[in-house]
């Protein structure tokens, strides 16, 4: 498992592939190094810089929908 749980955010979300993974999936793999609003946050600042994509799929159950998040190929390239 990577030193630092953003490393394995990414790792995660590289693996779901052309799917994504649904948003409690991220938090239930990440619940034991991250506090939720760290891994939002995260998340979100992903996005902004569009190393991933999110998506909202109906759950085929009333309420709201599921959010899904898909890595980029931008996720791939490093800081510099």
Do not use: C
């Not at 190094?33 to 909202?56: M, P, S, T, W």
């Not at 599921?66 to 890595?71: L, M």
């Amino acid at each position: 498992m990577p030193a630092d749980w953003r490393e394995d955010l990414k790792q995660f979300l590289i693996s779901g592939g052309t799917s994504g993974r649904k948003h409690h999936e991220v938090h239930d793999r990440l619940q034991r190094q991250a506090h939720a609003k760290a891994i939002d946050i995260e998340l979100e600042g992903l996005l902004v810089q569009e190393k991933v994509q999110k998506f909202y799929v109906p759950t085929g159950m009333r309420g709201k929908p599921a959010t899904i998040w898909r890595a980029t190929i931008k996720i791939l390239k490093r800081e510099r």
